[in-house]
């Protein structure tokens, strides 16, 4: 992969000051996750250790250093959710797409990630797949929302 882009973001950076904050959160909204490859480039260019880099990277979870699927989906874990069933929804989910909390699928069209409250209680158990929430879900249903999002069950 390319990161041309990169490059230039870092250039922008050093006139800047070095400000590396912003650096990161443009590169993670260029490439959806920090690639090793521009995390060094940094190092090299703005004379940051690589451990100051993943310090900040790992710290805030807006930063992502895998990359994410094309349709992010959550599935709360939250008190209300739990409760009722919370956590057979997540395997369901992982068991539908072939990976676990936490992981891409092969063909990076998914990324399954568990949350610990969506705000939406009353509804529980809940699932979010990028903008759109399904609520009072139950196991079987996921197999019909994963189709909107162009996947065949596994």
């Known amino acids: ?22 650096l990161l959160e ?10 090793e490859e521009v995390l060094r480039l940094i190092t090299s260019e703005l004379g940051y250790a690589l451990s100051q880099l993943y310090s900040l990277a790992t710290f ?9 699927g094309r349709h992010f989906i959550q599935v709360c874990q939250g008190t209300a959710c739990y409760v009722r069933g ?3 929804i997540l395997e ?9 909390e936490g992981e891409t699928t092969s063909d990076r069209q998914f990324t399954v990630e568990s949350v610990r409250c969506m705000g939406c209680c ?10 759109d929430t399904y609520g009072r879900m139950r196991t ?12 065949n069950e596994r």
């Open 1 to 22: 992969m390319a990161f041309e882009k990169a490059g230039a973001m870092i250039a922008a950076c050093k006139q800047r000051g070095g400000i590396l904050l912003p």
């Open 26 to 35: 443009d590169i993670n909204a260029e490439y959806g996750y920090l690639p």
């Open 60 to 68: 805030y979870n807006l930063f992502r250093l895998e990359p994410r």
């Open 86 to 88: 919370g956590q057979r």
């Open 92 to 100: 369901s989910v992982e068991g539908v797409l072939g990976v676990k």
């Open 122 to 131: 009353s509804l529980a158990p809940v699932l979010r797949v990028d903008e």
């Open 140 to 151: 079987g249903r996921f197999r019909d929302i994963v189709k909107k999002y162009g996947r």
